[in-house]
T-cell receptor, first 115, second 115 residues
């Protein structure tokens, strides 16, 4: 049990659908992250929120829209995705105050398939 | 920019064999270094970390030493078990002007241990 949960665990959607991924952390952390994990590629950092403020948007297409209503919840809203967006989407959290020594805690991920 | 390079897998070993997974990095600052492990169907978990030169991180029989002179953080274990089969990610954390201390991952090395 890592303290970071993600729902749904699996998602199949068409290119015209709108869906949302949810992440919740029970660790009292202040920073939350979205990563994309594709086969044969390093994990790609997508978004970072620190104390509910977005501090990073790593050149992510606008069809991905993050939302962080409070420090425990993070959403990734999806619309008009492309097949190449199929991947494992990982959420992580960290204390947000410990600098470069900080450990990030990951959820199990949402496996997304875009048809 | 910062980057992490780790050996390509998959690595296949017999139980009780010695394991080394190489990791080298480039960084503009003075990063912290991490090894994360991902078991099948799960998210990433921190395996060990080191925050300054010559530090040795260790956990579950795994070790890695922060070598600033060779910019390396190789992962070792003296006697692997079948349960160690997983994907191992080397990562660094350094100051990023946009996102504070974001993690920068290698591509991952898949390890399969056979009985």
């Amino acid at each position: 049990e890592t303290g970071v949960t993600q729902t749904p665990r699996h998602l199949v959607m068409g290119m015209t659908n709108k869906k949302s991924l949810k992440c919740e952390q029970h660790l009292g952390h202040n920073a939350m992250y979205w990563y994309k994990q594709s086969a044969k590629k390093p994990l790609e950092l997508m978004f970072v929120y620190n104390f509910k403020e977005q501090t990073e948007n790593n050149s992510v297409p606008s069809r991905f829209s993050p939302e962080c209503p409070n420090s425990s919840h993070l959403f990734l809203h999806l619309h008009t995705l492309q097949p190449e967006d199929s991947a494992l989407y990982l959420c992580a959290s960290s204390q947000g105050t410990s600098g470069r020594q900080e450990t990030q805690y990951f959820g199990p991920g949402t496996r997304l398939l875009v048809l | 920019g910062d980057s992490v390079t780790q050996m390509e897998g998959p690595v296949t070993l017999s139980e009780e064999a010695f394991l080394t997974i190489n990791c080298t990095y480039t960084a503009t600052g003075y990063p912290s270094l991490f090894w994360y492990v991902q078991y099948p169907g799960e998210g990433l978990q921190l395996l060990l970390k080191a925050t300054k030169a010559d530090d040795k991180g260790s956990n579950k029989g795994f070790e890695a030493t922060y070598r600033k002179e060779t910019t390396s953080f190789h992962l070792e274990k003296g006697s692997v078990q079948v349960s160690d089969s997983a994907v191992y990610f080397c990562a660094l954390s350094d100051m990023n002007s946009n996102s504070g201390y974001a993690l920068n991952f290698g591509k991952g090395t898949s390890l399969l241990v056979t009985p």
